[in-house]
C-alpha cells in the first residue's frame, strides 16, 4: 500500500466523522458494529450514522445543522415516542416519533421552524409535519437514500489494513 492510499483513506474517515460530529472511539465502535451486521460494512457504517437522532433532527429539518440538531436534543426539547431524550447518539427505529416538546414549542425559534413555508426535502425513510413539528421514522435508511458525498469503502480499507 502507497503512503498516498493511506493519506486518502484517512482524510475519508475523518471527513466522515467530522459530517456527523462523532469522536475517534465512538467512530470505531460504530465500525466495530457494522462489522457484525450482514450486508456491505460501508454502507452499514453510513447507515448506523444516519439513525442517530441528533442526525435525524437535521434530516427531518427541525435544525439548520447536524451540531445546532445535537444542541437541542442534548438541551432535551425534543421527546422521543412521548418520553423527553437528551441522548444525540440514540438510535432510531421504524415507528419512532420525534416531537418537539410542548415547552419547547413557546420558544421563537420552533415558532418561527413551525411558521416556515420554505422547508427543506425530508428524505423517503421519514416524514415532517411542520404544523404540528412531529417528525416519523418510516424504515431504516438505505444507501441509496444517503446523499452524504462519502466513498465509505476506503474508510472500511482503512480499518483493515
Not at 465502535?29 to 450486508?39: D, I, M, N, P, T
Not at 432510531?92 to 415558532?111: C, H
Not at 444507501?143 to 476506503?154: A, G, S
Amino acid at each position: 500500500m502507497k503512503a498516498s492510499d493511506y493519506a486518502l483513506q484517512l482524510r475519508e474517515k475523518q471527513k466522515m466523522r467530522r459530517i456527523y460530529g462523532v469522536l475517534e472511539a465512538q467512530f470505531r465502535r460504530y465500525f466495530q458494529e457494522a462489522l457484525k451486521r450482514r450486508g456491505v460494512t460501508g454502507a452499514e457504517l453510513l447507515i448506523l450514522l444516519e439513525r442517530r437522532l441528533d442526525n435525524v433532527v437535521y434530516r427531518l429539518g427541525l435544525a439548520p445543522s447536524r451540531a445546532a440538531a445535537r444542541q437541542l436534543v442534548s438541551h432535551a426539547h425534543l421527546n422521543l415516542n412521548g418520553h423527553p431524550v437528551d441522548i444525540p447518539s440514540y438510535l432510531v427505529k421504524p415507528g419512532d416519533v420525534i416531537t418537539v416538546r410542548e415547552s419547547s414549542r413557546k420558544l421563537t425559534y420552533f415558532k418561527q421552524l413551525a411558521a416556515e413555508k420554505d422547508t427543506p426535502p425530508t428524505p423517503g425513510w421519514l416524514r415532517m409535519d411542520r404544523s404540528t413539528l412531529t417528525g416519523e421514522v418510516l424504515a431504516l435508511p438505505k444507501r441509496e437514500d444517503i446523499d452524504v458525498p462519502l466513498k465509505e469503502q476506503l474508510v472500511v480499507e482503512y480499518y483493515s489494513r
